[in-house]
């Protein structure tokens, strides 16, 4: 920790800084330049309290030198974490590129399984649907709660694919982990405490959704809130941050992917339902996110948008989806990656059309 | 709720809208213009989930007319509401200014009696004071919990001031409003739902702040979720918003503060602490906040800023926060209020300082 | 400077940097900790490139230590500055609160000199007004340019009110100059460094606008830029910044107004027409950001805001303004300072009204 | 354009609207709803001036229906703007990726001919440089100017590669537009409308790069200002903008790419290098904009980034911008796409670096 003194400090207030350095078990290093005197504490600076310091008289600034998360950083774990997901052969994290996708909320039974289905035959890996809905207006549908997670586990019993959804408070953790693979941590609850040491105590993978105004530091922190529970097997997921622009409902924060990869071990994913709002972007953001190295992505897909309950505006087709895959699998080719084996390009996205009735993707 | 059709729109696209406005039970209003036409959704438009018509296709963008709040507006209850603290003869929202102060965090016993008589002879109307803290870092201190709301408990008893103190999580909620005469929900949690719907349905006042990233209608929106469960005593808190500067640690939006008075009847309390992060600012800051219209400010106190375990560098000394509150005082009358009827000029400052030896405020 | 050093870093990297040091005629201080090696420079760092330093194998991060800013900064010269307006009595930066008012832009000669007599009348210092306007749209009115400079020498002769108007380019800096008391650069040209340097090296007060996602330290290496050039009479202007918030035009940035007044010997006027957009919202942001230390406010006003060419929606009327001045007359008082000496509880807005057919101000 | 009048409005106030639009020459369509009346104007809305319809009594808010570009609008012109740089084969927008490198700033003859021979023989298809250098204090270099654009001439002519550079001044846009083949608009100048005006009346093709904190919109009709002059050779540049997010410089708005895209007919490129400010993030975040449908990227390249005299931190060498050019093209042909025709990995880099010294990038 660098501790920047005013220019008109005294020699008392240098003395009391250097021994709270001291109290506090590290060594200083006193350096008196003409327009300022700096003093470094050499040591785990992680058990001294900037502002505090900040408060002495005669404190300027206080500067941190060392990143204030430790098991999430690549510095203490250089090998990237890869999440073995119960049950099956998916991987998050590894060379293959994974691929989440359903819809926003769980509807009904029919619902859930048919479009599980059909992201299954376009080549998803992984399952999303949301039983607990986080809605910003209290007027809005909030999930079908219990009996969507049971629909998911139908849908995962009738395809094979591991499901994640959506956990919103520290009550239901146990039951959610009851029916999911993996249980996600919304963005709004991203430093919602309580809820990250309940996912933390217990066993299964966790998806933790970066705050829409967290820095990547934030973030990183709050995953290692989960870590410093016990639970390693964390996934962060991009989802795009707040910005001053309203044409898109939030901007993708393409330049965190690369940043993430560098910084940690754990798997990246990011969401460009979200991230854009608009299905128009969605598939573009999807390849350029996995260009930029993210280990995989996030799609809201519904076999009928425009009846979707949710999120309609942001939703891709099943259509427009298996059209995507194959533009998915060549960028992630192109960056030395892969997707799911099963070739999307044998998907008979035509014969599906005239079954379902719905439109091609034109964009 | 105004649908904009795409300049290529077709008649089935534009009836199939119309079909969706009827089906909610709604007219329209179809407006052929020469470059778009424009259908209107007549009635309470709430009703109709604008992401979902958004996804039809031939609609290009979906405009909401309404505000999506109701219990919360003014346009629903026009005078103020005013909300008087249990066993006390404090009410925030009428013509009084409310001052509340303490140290960001409960320590000892000791610690919160001291500065709870201390703000309360420079005038301050209640006891802040966290008991349960959130914390970005896992490896911070996060509070005394059961024990911290006992010494709360201790520290109304010695002085007589209503204690305000933030909860975490919904299973908190019982035990810290057997303790609290107001239950703060911190920034983090604005949209913590399962925490609203637990503070909503119970009766101890509610204090809400903003988070970092929420616009005005999300904050109203939030304050709707607790209304909406039956506790109408909810209180605003405009604690700064996280933008491109970082010179402070966050921007107090003092826009908000008369759009609020204008938007809704509820009480809008700033919190200059959290809203600068830089002790040379608080007062500055809480001046203007009266000034712009607000209700109250919040500011974090402690007898010895330096030695507090949380947040120091934005903490006022108790010598600090007295020469603050004639300037208040001041302010206040400058608008046609009042703070706190003991006046703040009677205290003895400087006994007070000799006997505790803190330094002055020299800003 | 502080340079921080990778983790993994060799001894011949830190002796490139120290010798890089050395070569600019600074001293280093190496400072070998447990898990980094931190290197200071001691002396004017401003001599040395950060951004060249990062890029050196084994630098992690550089830390400015100074300002880099120099004859902005209250270290430098820590009284107030204070202007003088060349043929009046008014003086920016002293006690007195300096009140600037006036329509968007000139529209013409009836229009100006009315309006100049109404904000007169109501207490105003100076008389604002665009001739050159930029706009966001190429469509637009974009001002009436030298007949709009025309006009506003005409209202000063009509009421005495010193002018002041927005220069856009170098090349019209002197044709402004010779009509106008202030030059004011705006927002957008607030890193127009052509432009910048122009102003600098002519003699009449600036007026230089925060950009709107400017830092306050790039707004004081803005007016450091014209004080570099030899003129010293520079005023800045906090008109609001570019949040997420989308309900007010932009956010005005409260906690600037402290900062800047500890920051910097120069005056600190507040925009709150452009700093809200919203004309109910801007009395009370103008009482705040006196109450807040502000050295005047700049306020759009117009006999008929309605017909206003330019920003009619965040534009008081006359009697609304004539409203407001005894509001911050008390604001001023209470922290010390006045208004205008004439008292505007003189003016006679009933008959201002009758005679004008305005409607009055029912916020 | 639709005017949403407030509750309690009355028939004179909507009569009022409605004849301003009459006025206007444009129809109205009002629509009396049970909370709301709400009335349309049909017609070409851009002649009707929200802000004063706003300020109008009884009127709450007004809703703009049409983009207020046009010339720069797909719907206008639905196929790709393709520009044809003079006197090479160089074409932007087309199906070729753009790849536009070189140093920050032009240093001396022997380092600019040096690295247009480098990036030359890595691929490049335009040389960068800046010979006027925007700088936010006033105390760095800034720029050569007309020695640095002879310089670039030269590098020119040595290398055939033409030349972008970036243009301060409307009194300097003749003189560079001697020199340049493409002049480029800085972020601080998108609004800087003066020289927009001077770059429209000329012909030689235009980069405009995006304000730090510009709307999509604002970026348009910046552009649309420059196309409003008579010069439609008009490249659009992403360089990332300014958000909450310290880690990186700016974050590169990907969502920006497909938006931009789907918007306008015109060429849209990014610039990673200011858009992310770290050099290790510089090489993934240009993938990711290829993949997310840019039309080409701009990227800093030095032979030696740590001599760089501006921008170090962000810089590649010329070893690592011939590493990153293969995995431009597969990127580029995973979308349909190529890059320049001389294969990068032709490129003998390793004799380079034998007869250059400079270090391989590890990242």
């Not at 002495?56 to 950083?73: F, Q, R």
């Not at 995962?156 to 520290?170: C, D, K, Q, Y």
């Not at 009851?178 to 709004?188: H, K, T």
């Not at 992630?332 to 990656?337: D, F, I, K, L, T």
Request: proline share 4%; charged share 20%; aromatic share 4%.
């Amino acid at each position: 920790m660098i501790i920047v003194m005013k220019a008109e400090v005294t020699e008392e207030q240098i003395q009391h800084v250097v021994n709270t350095i001291h109290n506090a078990g590290l060594k200083e290093n006193v350096s008196r330049g003409e327009e300022r005197t700096i003093i470094g504490a050499i040591g785990d600076e992680r058990v001294l309290d900037a502002s505090s310091i900040e408060a002495m008289s005669g404190v300027e600034k206080v500067m941190a030198i060392l990143a204030p998360y430790k098991l999430a950083s690549r510095e203490l774990q250089p090998e990237n974490t890869i999440i073995k997901i119960n049950g099956s052969n998916v991987k998050v994290g590894g060379n293959q590129i994974i691929i989440m996708a359903g819809p926003c909320a769980v509807e009904n039974e029919e619902q859930i399984i048919q479009i599980a289905q059909g992201v299954k035959a376009a080549g998803a890996d992984i399952l999303r649907g949301g039983a607990f809905k986080p809605r910003t207006g209290p007027y809005n549908f909030n999930g079908l709660e219990l009996e969507g997670l049971k629909m998911l586990a139908q849908a995962h019993e009738a395809t094979g694919l591991p499901v994640i959804t959506e956990v919103l408070s520290p009550d239901d953790v146990g039951l959610v982990a009851e029916y999911a693979d993996i249980l996600q941590i919304g963005a709004r609850n991203m430093q919602n405490f309580a809820l990250l040491k309940a996912v933390g105590q217990q066993k299964k993978p966790v998806m933790l959704k970066r705050g829409m105004a967290s820095t990547i530091e934030e973030f990183l922190l709050a995953a290692e809130h989960i870590l410093s529970h016990g639970n390693h097997n964390v996934i962060l997921c991009e989802r795009g941050i707040r910005t001053f622009e309203t044409y898109t409902r939030n901007t993708v924060d393409i330049n965190a992917v690369p940043a993430l990869k560098d910084l940690t071990h754990l798997p990246v994913i990011v969401d460009p339902s979200h991230g854009t709002g608009m299905r128009k972007l969605v598939s573009r953001v999807a390849m350029g996110a996995i260009a930029a190295g993210a280990d995989g992505v996030m799609l809201e897909v519904h076999t009928d948008p425009e009846k979707s309950w949710v999120d309609g505006a942001q939703t891709l087709s099943i259509q427009e989806f298996a059209k995507l895959m194959p533009n998915l699998q060549r960028v992630a080719e192109a960056v030395g990656r892969s997707v799911n084996n099963k070739s999307p390009e044998v998907f008979d996205i035509l014969n599906y059309t005239l079954n379902n009735k719905s439109s091609y993707f034109n964009g």
